[in-house]
């Protein structure tokens, strides 16, 4: 089907689809088919669509007042940092309306901190092949994509970029202008790739050492999506900076960035700051998120959730091993290696009633809405098993036609 005209940039490659209303882990298409969301906007519906709470609290604030910007306090951003920061690592927190925000105020802080601390020259930050932080241009030149980078000048100074997992790599690229480091619990983006809680463990050792800050990128990790509250929980550190997003807002644009009291001194009035980052809106709707994620019980329910559906996709891998090769990941952000273009699976799933998202690696990310039922696992699971088997059956067909 050819695309429809459009007057909206395209920078993304479409699928020729919207959809007109969603409930729990479920979206209806404008034209009536039902899908089964594995995507959740890209990690963000956390708590599916239209999960009873989340509108409630937006909707009581859109009655009240919308937007007053920062000159002011903002009651339910001071009652969100205090939350964020009871069940963190966290001392400081700041809103903003993205990840890629998010990890900027990340950027600037520990670039701040080195030189309020006497040390402006440790500007450069380490960061890790496949790692996906964003599309302005200093997270841009953070990720270090060549795709991403591509025609858009001489990137953003300051980011020195090698291979996640070498510890003594990474010693050999600190330079007396190195100031922190920056990494993803799980690469994401780059194809649900997890890092090892040793090497997340001996960067925090070697920051320690040297005087670094740890950043960790929870954009996607974070909020309940790895199993734990926040990815860092599982690996027994915590870091001096963390940037989050997606599933915080639950759907309504929110990040923010997570500090120690230390890490943010540099961060005084005027040196910083966002026209809506941390409005009453969004502050409704990550309140909302929260009292359902920390409520006991959540998480534990998560990892349960995890096992099972993690259980039944190895089975499927072992009975369809030409389509997926791989079941890898971390909680609910699962990632599925295709022997195939992934584009095919990610097709074939469509037509299923699945929708799912690709990432780097020829990988299929499943990312449920965290709320999602045992039932809805085992219809999911049969939908994978029958998109693999419908793959499996052109494939021996056309492999017929050509012999
Ligand atoms: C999505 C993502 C970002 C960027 O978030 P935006 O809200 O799109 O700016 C940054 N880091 C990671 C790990 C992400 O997954």
């Known amino acids: 089907m050819a695309a429809a005209a459009s007057h909206i940039l395209p920078t993304y490659a479409r699928v020729e689809m919207s959809f007109e209303r ?16 594995f995507t959740s906007g890209v990690a963000v519906n956390a708590l599916g669509h239209a999960h009873p709470h989340l509108v409630k609290a937006l909707t009581e604030q859109a009655q009240k007042v919308w937007h007053t910007s920062n000159l002011y306090r903002i009651p339910g951003g001071e009652k969100l940092a205090d939350r964020l920061c009871e069940a963190t ?3 400081q927190v700041f809103f903003t309306n993205s990840g890629a925000e998010a990890l900027e105020c990340s950027i600037k802080m520990a670039r701040k901190y080195q030189a309020v601390i006497g040390h402006p020259e440790r500007y450069r930050t380490i960061t890790f092949e496949g790692a996906f932080h964003g599309r302005t241009l ?15 000048g001489p990137p953003v100074e300051g980011f020195d970029q090698i291979a996640p997992g070498d510890i003594e790599a990474v010693k050999a690229a ?8 920056l990494i993803e619990p799980v690469q994401g983006e780059g194809g649900v790739r997890v890092i090892s809680t040793s090497f997340i463990k001996a960067l925090r050792e070697l920051c320690d050492q040297r005087g670094l800050l740890l950043i960790l990128d929870e954009v ?23 940037a989050i997003a997606k599933a ?13 009291a230390e890490a943010a001194k540099g961060m005084t009035a005027g040196t910083h700051g966002s026209t809506y980052g941390g409005n009453p809106l969004a502050m409704a709707c990550g309140n909302a998120v929260l009292d359902v994620v920390l409520e006991p019980g959540f998480m534990d329910s998560v990892r349960r959730k995890s096992v099972l559906l993690r259980q039944r996709l190895a089975e499927i891998k072992d009975r369809h091993p030409s389509i997926i090769s791989e079941v890898r990941g971390e909680g609910l952000l699962i990632g599925l290696k295709a022997e195939l273009p992934v584009g095919e699976l990610v097709d074939a799933l469509r037509a299923e009633g699945m929708i799912t998202v690709a990432a780097g690696e020829n990988v299929v990310r499943l990312l449920p809405p965290l709320i999602i039922s045992e039932e ?14 419908r793959i499996e059956q052109s494939l021996t067909q056309s492999a017929r036609a050509t012999a």
């Open 22 to 37: 969603g409930e729990g882990i479920w979206l209806e298409s404008t034209t009536g088919e039902r899908f089964m969301d």
């Open 376 to 389: 809805e696992i085992a219809e999911a699971v049969q939908k994978i098993d029958r998109a693999a088997t």
């Open 220 to 242: 996607q990790t974070g909020v309940g999506r790895t199993g734990e509250l926040f990815a860092y929980m599982r690996s027994g550190i915590t870091p001096d900076i963390m």
């Open 248 to 260: 915080i807002g639950g759907g309504f644009p929110l990040g923010a960035c997570l500090a120690t």
């Open 89 to 91: 690592f966290a001392d």
């Open 138 to 152: 200093g997270t841009i030149a953070a990720g270090g994509n060549k795709k991403y980078l591509e025609g858009f």
């Open 174 to 181: 600190i330079t007396p202008e190195t100031g922190s480091i």
